[in-house]
Nanobody, 120 residues
């Protein structure tokens, strides 16, 4: 069982940066997803259990960076050049498998989510 607790959300202006954190109780392949108002949950970024491989949604590529600190058992999402369309609840997720996956159904454990609001 992997427990996940996100933090770092907030209200920022367009163009600002924000870093999300996710405290994890285990080491596994992990990802970030988000769900905006009236939208389905969508993939944002993923990182392999070793940290050697990452993947990003096209909408965030070049602006967001996923990373992990296995000493601290923490997953991060650095978000730069934020846009109003990035407004969503952001979820940290972990999967029992080791390969990168980009759909929510492939993930087994979920955090409670943290709200990110970007004003124009």
């Amino acid at each position: 069982q992997v427990q996940l607790v996100e933090s770092g959300g907030g209200l920022v202006q367009a163009g600002d940066s924000l870093r999300l954190s996710c405290a994890a109780s285990g080491r596994t392949t992990m990802g970030w997803f988000r769900q905006g108002p009236g939208k389905e949950r969508e993939f944002v970024a993923a990182i392999s259990w070793s940290g050697a491989n990452t993947g990003y949604a096209d909408s965030v590529k070049g602006r967001f960076t996923i990373s992990r600190d296995d000493v601290k058992n923490t997953l991060y999402l650095q978000m730069n050049s934020l846009k109003p369309e990035d407004t969503a609840v952001y979820y940290c997720a972990a999967r029992r498998g080791v390969t990168l996956k980009y759909v929510s159904s492939e993930y087994d454990y979920w955090g409670q989510g943290t709200q990110v609001t970007v004003s124009s």
